[in-house]
């Protein structure tokens, strides 16, 4: 398993989660072992960080992407901390083209309590390049070429208009927490089967999690997912062969201080079942 630290923001009120990845490994040492029995020993993790200047989106976006595609083309399987989400448009265009490269389909899951999908903001004239928001990424992502078909949003509770809009366009699936709540094994069932036969890419924004148990976070949506029901989730989906990466967004660690550094602990939680 290789980790990376990916300590990229770009949103309002992300500040404090470029320290995330730092702070979900010290407290992976509290971990002796995950709930499948395996041993968590930090210092035998293959363990790296993408150095990145937050005030240069241009540079961070390309440092990301060159980043995740070589790491796509020599690594079997890789955990990404951020971070805020918009680490995630990078990672994520570098695990597409890794898939052309191979001839594989892609496949996204992404677990949100937002679709993330408003219209982007365009870099200066000059560039004309996206550096997409941590709430435009996905949308970014799509228009950039990945195959809408080909992404399931899950846990979605709290949508913008333009983003209703632009889910029905590109016809993305979504799974909305009242039908995942209906039936929690069928709505597993559905995320291996939408997966099957395909690369896939998970991405998770912590605020998928009811704000109950991950209060730290920017959009603190009630009616969300408890933090047993996604280790649940995380145990099934770790089980599928041909996860190749997956991202762990949009904790902020430096807020989490006053919430007893319960957010946190959580992503080390989610991070040690998953290894």
């Known amino acids: ?6 300590p990229g923001i770009n949103g309002k009120g992300t500040e404090g989660c470029e320290s995330a990845g730092e702070a979900i490994i010290n407290e992976l040492r509290e971990i002796h072992a995950n709930e499948q029995g395996k041993i968590v020993d930090v210092d035998m993790l293959d363990l790296e960080e993408i150095h990145l200047d937050n005030g240069n989106l241009e540079l961070t976006n390309k440092l990301i992407y060159e980043n995740s595609l070589k790491i796509f083309e020599t690594k079997i399987k890789t955990i990404f901390l951020g971070g805020d989400h918009s680490i995630s448009y990078s990672l994520v265009r570098g695990f597409f083209e890794h898939c052309k490269n191979s001839e594989r389909e892609p496949c ?3 677990f949100d309590s937002r679709p993330n999908c408003m219209p982007v ?9 996206i550096f997409p928001a941590h709430e435009e990424w996905l949308r970014a992502l799509v228009e950039s070429g990945f195959p809408s078909e080909n992404v399931l949003l899950v846990g979605v509770r709290n949508s913008d208009l333009e983003e209703i809009n632009f889910l029905r366009e590109k016809r993305i699936r979504v799974i909305s927490m009242n039908q995942f709540m209906e039936d929690l094994e069928d709505s597993c069932d559905i995320i291996m089967e939408f997966s099957n036969g395909k690369e896939l890419y998970l991405s998770i924004d912590i605020s998928v999690i009811d704000p109950a148990f991950a209060p ?3 959009y603190r949506e009630p009616g969300g997912l408890t933090s ?5 989730l995380i ?4 089980l599928i062969k041909n996860l190749r990466g997956i991202d762990i967004v949009e904790i902020n660690a430096a807020e989490d201080k006053k919430f007893g550094g319960i957010t946190v602990k959580l992503g080390a939680k989610i991070l040690s079942e998953l290894l």
């Open 1 to 6: 398993m290789f980790i990376v630290k990916v």
């Open 108 to 110: 996204l899951i992404v």
């Open 121 to 129: 903001t365009k870099g200066t004239e000059k560039h004309n390049q």
């Open 216 to 218: 730290a976070t920017v």
């Open 228 to 232: 047993r029901e996604f280790i649940y």
């Open 235 to 238: 145990h099934r989906i770790n």
